[in-house]
Nanobody, 118 residues
Framework: QVQLVESGGGLVQAGGSLSLSCAPT????????MGWYRQAPGKQRELVAI???????NYADSAKGRFTISRDNVKNTVYLQMNSLKPEDTAVYYC????????????WGQGTQVTVSS
């Protein structure tokens, strides 16, 4: 029932930066682990980065050293700072959140397009 909305996608040249954000459409008591996924044309949706409420992070190998995930637990907002972007980063980026007392529910945003030109 929780819905998330991403913002911040766009077109950027290789080597540039973008910052994405994601927040619920309405206030919620709590969202547990949140993350960013992406899906490029013809490819499976893949994990980019996740972050727990306690701030523990995990990154895909392709994102390590270039992307930073962070969150604001008061706002239930998650961010993804993307630096040194490469054309292969081009994809639709989706925000994900787990919620419920047992994290049994899964919420997704509608996706935001990130395009990196060479």
């Amino acid at each position: 029932q929780v819905q998330l909305v991403e913002s911040g996608g766009g077109l950027v040249q290789a080597g540039g930066s973008l910052s994405l954000s994601c927040a619920p459409t309405k206030s919620t008591d709590r969202i547990n682990t949140m993350g960013w996924y992406r899906q490029a044309p013809g490819k499976q949706r893949e994990l980019v980065a996740i972050i727990t409420r306690g701030g523990i992070t995990n990154y895909a190998d392709s994102a390590k050293g270039r992307f930073t995930i962070s969150r604001d637990n008061v706002k239930n907002t998650v961010y993804l700072q993307m630096n040194s972007l490469k054309p292969e980063d081009t994809a639709v980026y989706y925000c994900n959140g787990r919620y419920g007392l047992r994290s049994q529910y899964d919420a997704w945003g509608q996706g935001t397009q990130v395009t990196v030109s060479s």
